[in-house]
């Protein structure tokens, strides 16, 4: 008989995200959590009754009693699924930890939370082998004793872990320690790996699913969790990759040349099919203007920020065409003078102070542009 499960990691619950204005950060934490709502809707419209979940339920082991409570109470609302968690180097089972606590905390009949290396039968003939981390940085493969696990003939087996394998590596930049091919020494049918936060395949029996909500500008691609369906004997598992994210995180860059450039990047940027306050973009500009557009560049980013959830449009790498005319800030004069100067630095094509030049200049176009009639800049002449 078919098994099907959720395999999902990385939740990170309680994570910060200091960077961003407050609201937002509220609304990126938010995110987090409802991801679970979404992990049991995939579940559920699939048939499916059980998630496991490879580490990193939580960010950190000293959050908030709110904090550690919040996943717990949305797990136990959809009570026709079992969450399986293990902890991962994030939330590590040390001695203090919200492991240590989850009694207390009343942890739902419907989450399964396994903290020692031991068999444990999550459905009839079904076992998982979880490989729970007790410390931040393992320094041994936590899968190892997998091999040796007995768990009776017909047993289907299912690793549960969280760390980086062999060769392959971690978001963390530390070096792997889990065997690419326990799944094989193992005789698992699958092994289900927390960690690295985009969902990808190390071989047809060992995956990654990532993080099911994303939480950085990093093309790895997360925001997704797995259906995994273990078929007949000896058979590869099938792989189903799901999207459960409700922000997209977009790390971009844009050669421009003129304004109508960055029109025509907003084009595809609308054209994602993800609706446009949902989208996180980081954007980098370079390339050399005019005067005009280089003013145009501001306006413009205000327009598109209003449109999205976020916006960091990075502009130290535009500069200015060479032979501009400079008479927009008058024919003579201090200010003049200094756009003079700030206009030969930045277009420049060797010059290390261009993007610092450029920048300068463009803040004193927006403030010259501010004491007009607009917030246009005039035709070339002499300053009013």
Known sequence: ??????????????????????????????????????????????????????????????????????????????????????????????????????????APANVVALVEPRPAEIAPGVVVLPAPLISRRPGSDPTAWMDHAETGAGTRRIGLAHGSVQGFGSDDGSEGIIDAARAKRAGLEYLALGDWHGAIRINARTWYSGTPEPDRFKDNEPGEALAVTLGPAGADPVVERIATGRFAWVDDEVDVATIQDLDRFATTIRRRGVVLDRIMLKLRLKGRLSLVDLIAVEAWRDRFAAELQYLDCDTRSLGLVAGLDLDVFGTSGELRTAATTLTALASAPDEPRAADASEALRQLLSILAEVRDGPQVPDAGAVR
Do not use: Y
């Open 1 to 106: 008989m078919n098994f099907s499960f959720i395999h999902t990691a990385d939740w990170q619950i309680g994570k910060p995200f200091r960077n961003f204005p407050e609201r937002l950060a509220g609304r990126l934490e938010e995110a987090r959590l409802d991801a679970i709502d979404r992990l049991a809707e995939a579940a559920q419209a699939r048939g499916i009754r059980h998630v496991l979940v490879a580490g990193d339920i939580w960010d950190s082991d000293r959050l908030s009693s709110r904090e550690e409570r919040q996943p717990l109470v949305r797990m136990g609302k959809h009570a026709d699924v079992t969450w399986v968690l293990i902890p991962g180097n994030h939330d590590a089972a040390r001695a203090g930890s919200v492991w240590s606590r989850l009694a207390n905390l009343g």
